[in-house]
């Protein structure tokens, strides 16, 4: 085998390692002091309505990561195939549900308080099935998309 063969091979495979969907599995799962504070913010109001608390888990953050950057970067706040973004992440997972938040200033009680004002919104958050959540926040100076993915817990 030539080296020019070699290199282009190699490149080859450096291409889909970056360009595979398990590439996007290494989005934080971290939780910042905003995410940990809208976290906070959904658990108490759940609580004001008598449901349990939701749990963080690293599937449904990475999830929740990656649909943030993707809104940033595209400054489009949207949807898209939630369902099928999350099962990437996370396995075993009978529901889920998404909410999105695009503000100027991202303060965890203004967008808790947004999504209790919505219907639709509203109903995810307050869903006794949903156990597990995931949340990311990603930003710039001047806005600032958010990401929370609900599911159940099995």
């Keep these: 085998m030539s080296i020019k063969t070699l290199r282009r091979a190699l490149l080859a495979v450096l291409m889909i390692c970056v360009l595979s969907p398990s590439a996007v599995a290494h989005a934080s799962a971290r939780t910042d ?8 913010a959904m658990n108490d109001y759940r609580a004001q309505h008598g ?3 939701l749990r963080t888990q690293s599937g449904f953050a990475r999830a929740a990561d990656v649909h943030s ?8 706040l949207a949807h898209d195939q939630y369902g099928k973004r999350v099962r990437r992440y996370v396995r075993r997972v009978a529901r889920v549900g998404e909410n ?13 308080q947004m999504w209790a004002q919505s219907a639709t919104h509203r109903k995810v958050m307050l869903s006794r099935s949903f156990r597990r959540v995931g949340v990311a926040k990603r930003a710039t100076s001047n806005i600032c998309f958010v990401t929370a993915d609900f599911g159940t817990a099995r």
Excluded at 101 to 112: D, E, F, G, L, N
């Design 100 to 112: 999105l938040a695009w503000m100027s200033r991202c303060k965890p009680q203004a967008i808790v």
């Design 69 to 76: 950057a993707k809104m940033l970067r595209e400054n489009r």
């Design 51 to 53: 449901l349990p608390k």
């Design 33 to 40: 002091r905003l995410e940990a504070g809208i976290l906070r």
